[in-house]
C-alpha cells in the first residue's frame, strides 16, 4: 500500500512543476524536456525513488508528454502553415532511427551516466541560448545526402539521451542553416513526435525494479507524473504565450541560458558523487 502522504507530496511537486514548464514553454518557445528531466529528477529523488536507473524514469515520462504536447503544437502551427512538410519528410526517418539507438543505449547505461550526458549537453544548450546570434549561419538551405545523414539521426540520438523533443536541437539546426524561426520552431514541434514516439516505446519496456519506482510506473514511464504535467502545461503554456508578446523575450532566454548551465552544472557535480 502506498504512503497517501507520499503522493499527495509527489502530486504537489509536480503540479508546480508543470505549471513553470508550461509557463517557459510558451514565454521561450523551449520544449518541456530541458524543464522536466532535471525537475523529475530532484523530485523523485527527494521523495526517496532513487536507485541506478532514476534517470531512466525521469527520461521515459518527459518522452511521454512530449508526445502529448507536440501533436497539440503540430496541430495548430499546421493551422498557420507554419510546418516545413518537406524537412519533415526527409528529416524524419533519420531522426526515428537515431531515436530508436538512443533509447536501446539509454536502457542499458546506469542513472548516474545519465545525468552526466544530460549536464554536459544541457551546458551546451543553455551556451547556444545564452549566447547565440540570430544571424550566425552555417548554410542557406538544409543539408542533404550525407550530411542530412549524419545530422538527422544525431538529432533523435542526442534528444532520447536528454528526454527532451525537437525544439533544442531542431530549432538551432535549422536556425543555422537559414530556416525562419517561425517556421523552425513549428517543424521542430515535429521532430518532437518523431523523437518522442519510439522513445516511449522504448522506455515503457524497460524493467525498473519495484522498490526504487514510484506507484503507477509502466516501464520506465510514471502515469501520475504524465498525467499531472499534461493538465498543467496545457493549461500555463497559454500564459506564457501571452507574457512573450508583452515581454521581450530575447534577454529572457539569455537568463534562462545560464539559469540551464547552473542546474546542469549541479547535475554533474551529482553525477560524480559531490
Not at 137 to 155: N, Q, W
Request: with cysteine; proline share 4%.
Amino acid at each position: 500500500m502506498p504512503d497517501i502522504s507520499l503522493l499527495l507530496q509527489m502530486g504537489a511537486l509536480l503540479i508546480v512543476i508543470g505549471a513553470f514548464a508550461g509557463v517557459l514553454a510558451g514565454l521561450l518557445g523551449v520544449g518541456g524536456g530541458i524543464v522536466l528531466v532535471p525537475a523529475f529528477y530532484y523530485a523523485f529523488q527527494t521523495l526517496g525513488y532513487d536507485g541506478p536507473q532514476l534517470m531512466q524514469m525521469c527520461l521515459g515520462t518527459s518522452l511521454a508528454t512530449i508526445v502529448v504536447t507536440s501533436v497539440r503544437s503540430v496541430l495548430s502551427h499546421n493551422k498557420k502553415g507554419a510546418v516545413d512538410w518537406d524537412i519533415l519528410r526527409s528529416w524524419g526517418p533519420g531522426i526515428a532511427v537515431g531515436a530508436a539507438i538512443g533509447v536501446t543505449i539509454a536502457a542499458q547505461l546506469r542513472s548516474e551516466t545519465l545525468v552526466a550526458v544530460f549536464g554536459v549537453l544541457a551546458i551546451i544548450v543553455g551556451v547556444y541560448m545564452a549566447l547565440g546570434r540570430s544571424e550566425w549561419r552555417l548554410g542557406e538551405d538544409m543539408p542533404k545526402g550525407g550530411t542530412r545523414a549524419v545530422l538527422s539521426p544525431l538529432v533523435g540520438f542526442l534528444s532520447v539521451l536528454m528526454g527532451i523533443g525537437g525544439g533544442s536541437f531542431g530549432v538551432p539546426l535549422m536556425s543555422l542553416y537559414g530556416t525562419p524561426i517561425h517556421r523552425a520552431v513549428a517543424t521542430a514541434a515535429g521532430f518532437g513526435l518523431i523523437i518522442a514516439v519510439p522513445g516511449v516505446i522504448g522506455f515503457l519496456l524497460v524493467q525498473v525494479d519495484a522498490a526504487v519506482r514510484p506507484v503507477a510506473t509502466i516501464g520506465a514511464v510514471n502515469l501520475i507524473a504524465f498525467a499531472l504535467i499534461i493538465a498543467m502545461t496545457l493549461m500555463t503554456a497559454p500564459i506564457g504565450v501571452r507574457l512573450a508578446h508583452a515581454l521581450d523575450a530575447k534577454p529572457l532566454k539569455r537568463i534562462f541560458g545560464g539559469f540551464l548551465i547552473l542546474v546542469a552544472l549541479n547535475m554533474l557535480r551529482k553525477a560524480i558523487g559531490y
